[in-house]
């Protein structure tokens, strides 16, 4: 039996229903800013629960633009994880800031107890990651951010429906980004991205620095950029945007299947911490497994697409050497990256294949 990883040949079956509209694209030439990007980033907005939704080219650009419409750039510094995607912190680097890290916790996010001595009068912003979907303690942040005066900007690429105590991931932040890239749990044909807000002057920034600064035709503001959502691609949103609850809640179904079972293979097996209050969408299923490498090299020859995300930290990547960041200073982050394996959750999985997963990973222990 094979289990894939990836899931977007079952995910777009019915794709000849896009092409329907995209023949109507066509005919209308609407192919930038168009009625279906309006469209998208409304149905989006409704979702997520804040006033305005920019649809922009990716999650990169949606936290670049963030910190571009904040007045984020040199001299200042953004706390955030070294847990992370590169994008993160490529955004912070880009936009010209410095990036700051701070050691991750139990659930793979930022450790709020240490953020506070990562500030300095450079600091301006904090940039916590909801990564693997799993939302990073806002509440606390917030609190923190508050108390020295700092923006918050969340990196919500792979949370869409996170949430905390019924509030969703998004909406906590002066603005947050989401990525819509093939693999994340609402995706595009490509790349993609998405920014909240509740923010009438940053939606108004926002509106000009992905259009090139434009105020109309004729008119420049301020140079800017180009990064738009192509309309092409929010007419796959579009499509795909409906079926938001089912794919998040069959996730979590299959993630609760996944604990139930592996929590019985004590010693071989653990589980990230799971609070109560915490809604997690599982964009990526991740355990802490005994002898890591030697399960993901057998189960990848049972044909069980499993993955580590990820195996080199940010503070320790080529990039990050002019930093000055060593081994050692993030010792939670470095630890994890020895023991995590990511498995399929995707709500594709059919009951064979779960339960094949699930006698695979008993079997290596057995």
């Not at 002066?174 to 991205?193: E, Q, R």
């Not at 020895?338 to 990973?361: C, G, R």
């Amino acid at each position: 039996m094979e289990v894939n990883y990836s899931y977007l040949q079952e995910q777009f079956e019915d794709h000849k229903k896009i092409f329907d509209d995209l023949d109507k694209l066509i005919e209308t030439c609407d192919y930038t800013l168009g009625e279906e990007l309006e469209k998208f980033e409304k149905s989006f907005a409704e979702i997520i629960g804040t006033k305005y939704v920019i649809g922009v080219g990716s999650g990169t650009d949606a936290l670049f633009l963030s910190l571009k419409a904040l007045n984020i750039g040199v001299d200042d510094e953004v706390i955030t994880t070294p847990n992370t995607f590169y994008a993160t912190v490529g955004s912070i680097v880009t936009a010209g800031a410095t990036p700051v890290f701070v050691d991750n916790n139990e659930e793979f996010t930022i450790d709020v107890n240490l953020i506070e001595d990562a500030i300095t009068k450079k600091t301006k912003a904090i940039m916590p990651v909801h990564l693997t979907g799993c939302p990073a303690d806002m509440p606390e942040i917030l609190n923190i951010a508050k108390k020295h005066d700092l923006q918050v900007i969340e990196d919500a690429c792979q949370a869409i429906s996170a949430a905390i105590n019924g509030k969703n991931v998004g909406t906590f932040g002066i603005t947050a980004g989401f990525s819509l890239h093939p693999l994340k749990n609402l995706n595009v044909w490509g790349d993609g991205g998405l920014i909240t807000t509740n923010s009438d002057d940053i939606k108004d920034k926002l509106i000009l620095l992905r259009n090139h600064g434009l105020i109309n035709r004729d008119e420049c503001a301020v140079f800017a950029y180009n990064s738009r959502l192509d309309t092409l691609q929010a007419i796959v949103g579009n499509h795909l945007i409906k079926q938001t609850d089912y794919i998040t809640n069959t996730r979590i179904e299959n993630a609760k299947l996944f604990d139930e079972e592996f929590s019985k293979l004590n010693g071989c097996i653990t589980i990230p911490p799971r609070r109560e209050n915490f809604k997690q969408v599982y964009h990526t299923y991740v355990i802490h497994a005994k002898d890591r490498d030697k399960l993901l090299s057998y189960l990848l020859g049972k044909g069980i697409d499993a993955k580590i995300h990820y195996p080199i930290p940010l503070h320790l990547q080529p990039a990050a050497k002019y930093l000055g960041y060593k081994e050692g200073d993030f010792p939670v982050c470095e630890q994890h990256t020895k023991s995590i394996i990511t498995l399929p959750v995707h709500q594709h999985l059919t009951d064979e294949q779960k339960q094949y997963i699930i006698d695979s990973i008993k079997e290596f222990y057995r």
